[in-house]
């Protein structure tokens, strides 16, 4: 306890007894979070059981018209990025530095490019017509409550994105934080808090992908 | 012993000029900030309230019109709700004496709490803006599809509620961690004051349920922009759905406006009949189970809605459970008394009001969380009554209560007993003269949200205004004296009540470190077994 | 005594059937309610001056904790009576949401802000509902815009109108009198005047008012040939559903006579069991037809497409309950009955 003290006292608040129940609060605070965030799409979530019941062979038929390889690579990018991710306070415990910046880098890198496909993905449904409520002019489905499939598509694709976005910005802070070595092995939780909030926007996709491209 | 306070500053006194309360990361200066705003909101929204009871003096509309009369209710409802009740006691109370209570120098995240406040005073500023430049007209519940279709400015309000939200979460977040992460060694769950475990319920309904809440705002909103169609039946929404979605976090926040209290109350009867709670398992139990429960009662105000004869059934037995859990707490404050050595003080009459009320309360929610029984009051002044009686006579008493107790904690000194009691008398009686009338008036079957009634609903209505007239008497008298010891008030010493709650363990006002050494809680709160009441560290 | 009770918590008229039931809940509640308050008071009255602190008083109090058997009680005991109350109020509740057979439909639409009322044979009428004492009525209550609900404190009766669904609710008034009307959703600026009526009358007087008023709708149907020959089979609300079904095209894809097509056909489509693509099984009512209009895909039969439109705001109340009537008046032929009769109520008293 007392070299730890030492070594990394400039991290810890004075609040805290020990440095470790600085991290353990830090954690359990980002769990917190998550959970909340996690609260945020149930309430998305439970508004498209409920419709998915009352209009399911319709939810089907507008599914046939989403883009399952674009939804597919989106996919994988977010996958291999979190792997990314998760590498990098391995790396940083190495004291390999320039390995975690780089491995975060390539994450945004992902990132960015999942949402330049949700952007052309958007783009084309709006080109279609497939779009929410009043605007609506899908020429294949015109069908009463099929409005409804693409107004949560919007929604939900649209919150998700939202996250991504604030996450990319998060990982990029970490990066030049990391650049800066204001982010060291000693005291590694900004990193391991990031990627947990990256990880959990990547689960969301997990669910968001089968749900409005698959089944 | 310790160091006299002379030597020490004050929180209040560490750090001097407006700045430094604006950017302070003391948890108790942001309790302080958080008590200025909510008494400011406090007294707007009960502005509002007397306007209403004004006008319903008489049965036709003559000092607001129907268009003033819809938004004046919808203002009071707003206001009252999301900027007084929710906040009302965990973040001035809770912020400044959490800490204090576990044996800590501060919240987990003192920057994120400072952040809260902000956030809570942006939301607060953009909703009343809302109300004051347009007004809306929906009701605080925002009912769809009225208000999606409602020509009036709703969505101000949705996103002022929103933002205000959020501020909720963080604090709930906040006071989670710094509970299981903060506590002082030796202090185990089992020993944590009940004022403790209380926020402790209230933090975790907060951060589950409130991000629902933002979510169906967040849909009514872009309804209203976007028309995307979700609640609207002409492109095959459903508008109730709105309602199931509003009521899982509306129905857990009234349990975020009363647990608070309840452990107001915990703390404040133990410390005046000089009594260790007569059970405190039971009071930690119905803690725990209010918050769990109450997540799956939210159907039992949609009885009369559409939903299924079946659900309706689920919701009304599991509220029967709820309720359980606020009785059991009833005994055990009363059984607490048993054996004491009663001291009758402003805060504990306050106390004994809230008893009495929520008792009212509890037993006419049961009546109307009762399938068939709701079928004739839902809706009517009987609900207006059971709300306002758990709302105000139990909610807002407890606010009360905390406040007279923990004033010479926070300002380290004292106001006047006679008239505190003599306020606190007006202001039980005005509450009964004020609300009893409202069981009547729905059994009678006056509808809710009426601008204009038939005459056969007057009486009772005169006889409401009456006691809110009261009501509003007292509060003044509470303002006037309150004022007058924050200024020329007798120093109150550090344990005026020779209460043995943990609170009591820091000077008060506390120094900005809050202990001086660090504390050791060596015997349970409120034992009273033996004469001396906590070392002051 | 009950009488009493009602008097002394302000409760209006007992005036349905249903009233007199539920309100002996209303008096156990309350009156228990106020007996434990009472008792609570005491108590609490007698601690307070008999553990007052006095001058002199020890400043140490014992340690009392609440014995086991007593924490069990104060769970158990409010348990039992909450329970009680739940069981009481749920069969009251699933009584009050079964109308019996045979009951006199009407059709309820709520708009902002006024009343509407449409009668399966015929009559209509805004803001004053008329009623036949001593039979059971049924609602079929919809909105047209915002959520309005359908409140008669002298029933006790109470359902809210949604709109693009039709909800059911029941009464069985016993003695002719006027009752008031009031909506208890908020549904904006003169929501305090959306008040209505709702007026009994002895049988005969209803039968009187009902033939009264019938008189005037069937002179607007007699142009039609056609109608006025189904109307003399079926009834003249049966013939203004087969008429409205012309003008809304519901021919293109339903039949009446049996044949397949791209919806079921109506022939013996009412009360008849469908089992619904969900595997659930449902029974073709007033509700499920009316809501079939408004909300098509919602309940779609196993075996058809979700290809139907919804009629939501293009039929009136009343066209709405001229089409069910007319899809009830649609049976099939069987040996020794009738190929079409009118819907006949028999008044059944429980």
Redesign the interface.
Known sequence: MSTEGTHTGKFR????GTLG?QK??AH??MW??L???L??F???F??YA??RW?????FHEAQKHMDVLLGTVNTFLLVVSSTLVALAPRALEAKRTHVATLLLLGAIAMGLAFLVLKGVEWGHHAHEGAL?????AFEKLR??????FY??Y??MTGLHALHMLIGVVVLAVLAVRLRRRTITAEYPVALELGGMYWHFVDIIWLFLYPLLYLA | MSPPPAEVPSYLTAEAGLWSWLRTKDHKRIGVLYLVLVLLFFALGGFFALALRLELLTPEPDVLGPMAYNRAFTLHGVIMVWLFLIPSVPTTFGNFLLPIMVGARDVAFPRLNLFSWYLFAAGGVITLWGLFQGGADTGWTFYTPYSTTSGTDVLPILVGVFIIGFSSILTGLNFIVTVHTLRAPGLTWMRMPLFVWALYGTSLIQVLATPILGMVLLLVAVERVAGIGLFDVGRGGDPVLFQHLFWFYSHPAVYIMILPTMGVLSEVICAFSRKNPFSYRMIVLGTVGIAFVGFFSWGHHMFVAGQSVAGSGAFGALSMLVAIFTSIKVFTWIGTLYRGSIVLSAPLVYALGFIFFIFFGGMTGVAVATTSADVHWHDTYFVVGHFHYIMVGSALMGFLAALHYWFPKMFGRMYPSGPAIGSAVLIIFGFIVTFLPHFLLGNMGMPRRYATYPAEFQALHVASTAGASLLAYGFLGIAGYLVWALVKGPLAGDNPWRSHGYEWASHSPPPAANFLTPPEFEREPHDYTVVEAPRVY | MSELMRRMLFLPEAASTFATRVDGLHFFVIGMSMLVATGLAVVGLVFLVRYKRRPGDAPTTPRVEAPHWMEALFLSLPLTFFLLWFVIGFLDFSWFNSPPRGALDVYVMGKQWMWKFAYADGPSSVGVLYVPAGRPVRLLITSRDVIHSFFVPDFRVKHDAVPGRYTQIWFEAPRPGRHAIYCTEYCGLMHSRMRGEVVVLAPADFEAWSAQEQGGDVATLSPFHEGAEVEEARGPMAARGRRVAAEKGCFKCHTEDGTPHIGPTWLGLYLRVERLKSGEDIVADEAYLTRSMMDPDAQVVAGFLPVMPTYLGQLSATDAAALVEYIKSLRPARPGEAVSQEPVYVPTSR
Do not use: I, K
Request: no cysteine; hydrophobic share 50%.
């Open positions: 608040a004075e609040h805290f129940a353990d609060a359990l605070g917190t979070f959970a909340t965030e609260l945020l149930t309430g998305l439970a508004v409920v419709y009352a209009y399911g062979g319709l929410p409520g009043q605007w609506y069908v009463p409550g099929a409005s409804l107004t949560l919007f929604l």
